[in-house]
């Protein structure tokens, strides 16, 4: 019975743990804070935030990897919630100004509702940018689905460079300790198969 319990506990740590590193991908996680030479770790042409769960947490991570030289030019995608305010988007770009962040290194895309949205948007935006290289933030358990549809979007000719919000509070390590933790991995883990047949359009 104990070998039984102990069996059981660790497949559940290891799966807990699966599934959080499965959702977060962090492909800037062996660099240092600034771009470098180091393979992966190269600058890219621009940061996209996409807006959603805690919008302000996500675009204050675009903001810290645009002031320590990671791109150029600063995207943020989102609509508003309700039609009477500004958008996700605007209000985005307004936090970025008010970090030091000049206006004209911001482009943002006031009419995405949905992840695959943001992906299509962003496109249309920077197709005279000339973009080969794009860092993709978002929260934690929303990082996979958003890089699988920005990679469909984008296709081969644009590397995607997924990289979470950190400090996100819809998404503390011990997520899996909270119903609204399970809430978003479950519902991620079936957006995500979503995806991968074609079904988020």
């Given at each position: 019975m104990i070998k039984f319990i102990i069996t059981f506990f660790l497949v559940a740590i290891l799966g807990i743990v699966a599934i959080g590193a499965y959702l977060s991908p962090d492909d800037l996680?062996?660099?240092?804070?600034?771009?470098?030479?180091?393979?992966?770790?190269?600058?890219?042409?621009?940061?996209?935030?996409v807006s959603g769960g805690n919008t302000p947490v996500r675009t204050a991570e675009a903001i810290r990897l645009f002031k320590s030289g990671w791109a150029n030019k600063l995207i943020f995608s989102g609509a508003a919630q309700d039609a009477n305010s500004p958008s996700n988007a605007l209000v985005m770009k307004q936090q970025a100004i008010a970090n030091g962040v000049p206006a004209s290194d911001i482009i943002i895309d006031q009419s995405s509702r949905t992840t695959h949205q943001n992906a299509e948007r962003t496109d249309e935006l920077i197709k005279n940018y000339g973009i080969t290289r794009l860092i993709v933030v978002t929260s934690p358990y929303h990082q996979r689905r958003a890089g699988l549809e920005f990679k469909d979007i984008f296709g081969p000719g644009v590397v995607i460079i997924n990289h979470p919000a950190k400090d996100d509070p819809d998404w503390p390590w011990y997520w899996w300790a909270t119903p609204r933790g399970w809430w978003l991995a479950i519902g991620e883990l079936v957006k995500v198969g979503a995806v991968h047949a074609g079904e988020t359009r």
């Open positions: 996680a062996k660099c240092n804070d600034t771009p470098s030479q180091k393979s992966g770790c190269e600058k890219a042409d621009a940061i996209v935030a």
